[in-house]
């Protein structure tokens, strides 16, 4: 079992800039893959960023990339993404959630693949 909660969500103007945490317990992510999800209101829930298990690759869909950073810190067994240049359609609830190998290329991301999910924060840019 793995437990995850996010946290960092909140209300930024279009422009600025939030960094969402994911701390696990129960085990340790170098045994996942871990990917950070959003689902926007009345849309299905996207992948919006992905790392490995090794940390050694990442993964962003491409209406992040160039704005969004994935990052994970071992020591404290937590991933982050820190989400820049914000835009009233990153608007979601943010979730993180883990896939344990084996699994390969984007089946180690795809939404319907992943093991344990966490509960979400909610990322709101106005327009």
């Known amino acids: 079992q793995v437990q995850l909660v996010e946290s960092g969500g909140g209300l930024v103007q279009a422009g600025g800039s939030l960094r969402l945490s994911c701390a696990a317990s129960?085990?340790?992510?170098?045994?996942?893959?871990t990917g950070w999800f959003r689902q926007a209101p009345g849309k299905e829930r996207e992948v919006v960023a992905a790392?490995?298990?090794?940390?050694?690759?990442?993964y962003y869909t491409d209406s992040v990339k160039g704005r969004f950073t994935m990052s994970r810190d071992n020591a404290k067994n937590t991933v982050f993404l820190q989400m820049n240049r914000l835009k009233p359609e990153d608007t979601a609830d943010y979730f993180c959630a883990v896939k344990a190998p084996p699994c390969s290329g984007s089946m180690c991301f795809d939404v319907n693949a992943m093991d344990y999910w966490g509960k979400g924060t909610l990322v709101t840019v106005p327009s």
């Open positions: 790392i490995s298990v090794s940390g050694g690759f990442t």
């Open positions: 129960g085990r340790t992510l170098t045994n996942y893959v």
